[in-house]
T-cell receptor, first 112, second 111 residues
Framework: GQQLNQSPQSMFIQEGEDVSMNCTSS?????WLWYKQEPGEGPVLLIA?????ELTSNGRLTAQFGITRKDSFLNISASIPSDVGIYFC????????????FGTGTRLTIIP | DVKVTQSSRYLVKRTGEKVFLECVQD?????MFWYRQDPGLGLRLIYF???????EKGDIPEGYSVSREKKERFSLILESASTNQTSMYLC??????????FGQGTRLTVV
């Protein structure tokens, strides 16, 4: 099955820095989702994007749905220790079979 | 809040056992999904269901089956557990044309 290309695979940053990660696909999706997963837990939905070009914020998180519908990025501003975890992008074809295709994840580590 | 509940957080089973992983959602969602998550491989779809008694194979259905007798419950069955099925199993549900919500995961170890 298809997987999305997500980069970077891992990030080590200092507390207070901004973070940026992105996801690209060879296929078009009509929804992009960003999830965060903490150790031993299931992924938690952070942001959902439904329209090409859409820019959506959720607190310190901002995500955009690329114009081509084949990419998305997630930014985290002023990182804090609780931002640690693995971030996954997912593309969803809501008019098709609605299953999610996931990126390989970005592991974020924050250095105090 | 949407709640997706998986019956066990941790399971240890023996090779050859029949294993049932249960998932229940309380939001009347039509769609339900089972994924497995392995280091370096991300989340891979095993099976999904659009409605009661309906199921479709995902990307890696071999060695698994599913059951959806009621809308709120989606069970993943390992007919004869093998060590290569040791993994984190994640259940998710969604409304039609809406984002998916995940359970907390079941970490299965087959010995």
């Amino acid at each position: 099955g298809q997987q999305l290309n997500q980069s970077p695979q891992s990030m080590f940053i200092q507390e207070g820095e901004d973070v940026s990660m992105n996801c690209t696909s060879s296929s078009i999706f009509n929804t992009w989702l960003w999830y965060k997963q903490e150790p031993g837990e299931g992924p938690v939905l952070l942001i959902a994007l439904y329209k090409a070009g859409e820019l959506t914020s959720n607190g310190r998180l901002t995500a955009q749905f690329g114009i081509t519908r084949k990419d998305s990025f997630l930014n985290i501003s002023a990182s804090i220790p609780s931002d640690v975890g693995i971030y996954f992008c997912a593309g969803q074809d809501l008019k098709g079979n609605e299953k999610l295709t996931f990126g390989t994840g970005t592991r974020l580590t924050i250095i105090p | 809040d949407v709640k997706v509940t998986q019956s066990s957080r941790y399971l240890v089973k023996r090779t050859g056992e029949k294993v049932f992983l249960e998932c229940v959602q309380d939001m009347d969602h039509e769609n339900m999904f089972w994924y497995r998550q392995d280091p370096g491989l991300g989340l891979r779809l095993i099976y999904f269901s659009y409605d009661v008694k309906m199921k479709e194979k995902g990307d890696i259905p071999e060695g698994y089956s599913v059951s959806r007798e009621k809308k709120e419950r989606f069970s993943l069955i390992l007919e004869s557990a093998s060590t290569n099925q040791t993994s984190m199993y994640l259940c998710a549900s969604s409304l039609r044309e809406s984002e998916a919500f995940f359970g907390q995961g079941t970490r299965l170890t087959v010995v």
